[in-house]
T-cell receptor
Framework: GESVGLHLPTLSVQEGDNSIINCAYS??????FIWYKQESGKGPQFIID?????DKRQGQRVTVLLNKTVKHLSLQIAATQPGDSAVYFC?????????????FGQGTTLQVKP | NAGVTQTPKFRVLKTGQSMTLLCAQD?????MYWYRQDPGMGLRLIHY???????AKGEVPDGYNVSRLKKQNFLLGLESAAPSQTSVYFC???????????FGSGTRLTVV
């Protein structure tokens, strides 16, 4: 069945360093992938998405890389700040379904040390 | 402010009681979703709707029912609550043609 997984449950980085959060997916038919950030006690917040026909997409301080050959997705956060501390989820969607359903990974907790 | 509003934010139920969680969005989004979030299991889809008057089952629909009588509202019902339904419930909506969801702030439900 479909599954989206994250390689590490917790990532600890020093403030100012770059962070890389990884995600593996299994459905090669997925059309798009999304990264969400969830702060404690809040709902997930959209960060960035990428279509399956792209390899890289950049936002403000964030970059998402997609490697379809190995079904791997990563989120890079530049100059990590204390406000980046949160749980990060990858999600995949699309494929043969037009329902817009997303399948979420289990999440990686990012801890930023001052 | 525009967005997705969930009520209530917290609730404690006794086993066997029923309740309805309300999700309201004012962005005129066509698609709406109910997810539950449990520790170590990420977000799992319960039910969803692709438009007013339509609903469909997700990954974990047992024990839940939904209704979408109005485009802006998506209700999640628990007819007979069980301790296994203790969770944080998130509603989300999406505009047709967009990928990303807008999530509500969640409802924390405890069934004792």
């Amino acid at each position: 069945g479909e599954s989206v997984g994250l390689h590490l449950p917790t990532l600890s980085v020093q403030e100012g360093d770059n962070s890389i959060i990884n995600c593996a997916y299994s459905n090669s038919a997925s059309d798009y992938f999304i990264w969400y950030k969830q702060e404690s006690g809040k709902g997930p917040q959209f960060i960035i998405d990428i279509r399956s026909n792209m390899d890289k997409r950049q936002g403000q301080r964030v970059t998402v890389l997609l490697n379809k050959t190995v079904k791997h997705l990563s989120l890079q956060i530049a100059a990590t700040q204390p406000g980046d501390s949160a749980v990060y989820f990858c999600a995949e969607g699309g494929g043969s379904s037009n329902t817009g359903k997303l399948i979420f990974g289990q999440g990686t907790t990012l801890q930023v040390k001052p | 402010n525009a967005g997705v509003t969930q009520t209530p934010k917290f609730r404690v139920l006794k086993t066997g009681q029923s309740m309805t969680l309300l999700c309201a969005q004012d962005m005129n989004h066509e698609y709406m979703y109910w997810y539950r979030q449990d520790p170590g299991m990420g977000l799992r889809l319960i039910h969803y709707s692709v438009g007013e008057g339509t609903t469909a089952k997700g990954e974990v629909p047992d024990g839940y029912n939904v209704s979408r009588l109005k485009k802006q509202n998506f209700l999640l019902g628990l007819e007979s609550a069980a301790p296994s339904q203790t969770s944080v419930y998130f509603c989300a909506s999406r505009r047709a043609g967009n990928y990303g969801y807008t999530f509500g702030s969640g409802t924390r439900l405890t069934v004792v």
